[in-house]
């Protein structure tokens, strides 16, 4: 990792669009034995280094015994919303204020990153959380996939349970409305219903209707909705 003896300051969602964001510098800058990147200079308040790894690696890595990989129309980064039926799941005060929600799905071993933000002020996350890839069903009109808890906020639940979600998808593969269970890590999740109308779903997906309906959740079995969007 680049070496800087700024302090660090967090920004999460301090820029209005990509073209705010720090340019990227050369790659050979960060290779090992070279001089500290300024990342004042790009514009940067921190910096992180990635390898890319394949997926036997990552899998042992991680300690999972799941070869599963996400089915090809979800890896992605999605952006939306999550309404919980349960204040303090993802640390909601209030169930009539979906947080903010970012979601980043990768193949491979297929871990999945959560990231929740303040409903009243997006620059802050309130919790996040990174599971693991148990299973996944294909259905006519749905998926459903199951999350094995790996890291997590430490005073929020959201990632600590075992997690089934139900996923519908439009035809293009860029917009999807979501339905989670969880149970206690170590026992069985049951995977909520899938909608009885998946066409209607979808044409709500623009509308706010969808994370205040308590009814469809309830008859699903589900806790949770999220409506996100591929980025």
Known sequence: MAKTDRPFRPQFSGVESFDDCPTVPDPTAFAEGA???DIESIGADHAAVFERTTSPALKDRLGTQTETDWPEQLPSLWKG??????PGIIAE???T????TYVSITQGAAPNA??????EDESKIVSANVNRLASVGSFDAHLTFTNAPWKYTA?????KSLWCNTIVLNEEGDASYVLSADAPAGEEVKCPAAPEDPGGILGELDGDGLLGDDELMEASGA?????LMKQ
Do not use: K, N, Q, Y
């Open 114 to 119: 959560w990231i929740f933000l303040d409903p």
């Open 223 to 227: 806790v949770a909705a999220h409506v």
């Open 97 to 100: 204020s979906p947080s903010p």
């Open 81 to 86: 919303e999550t309404r919980i039926d349960t």
């Open 93 to 95: 005060t209030s169930t």
């Open 35 to 37: 001089p500290p990147v």
């Open 155 to 159: 005073d929020m639940s959201a990632g």
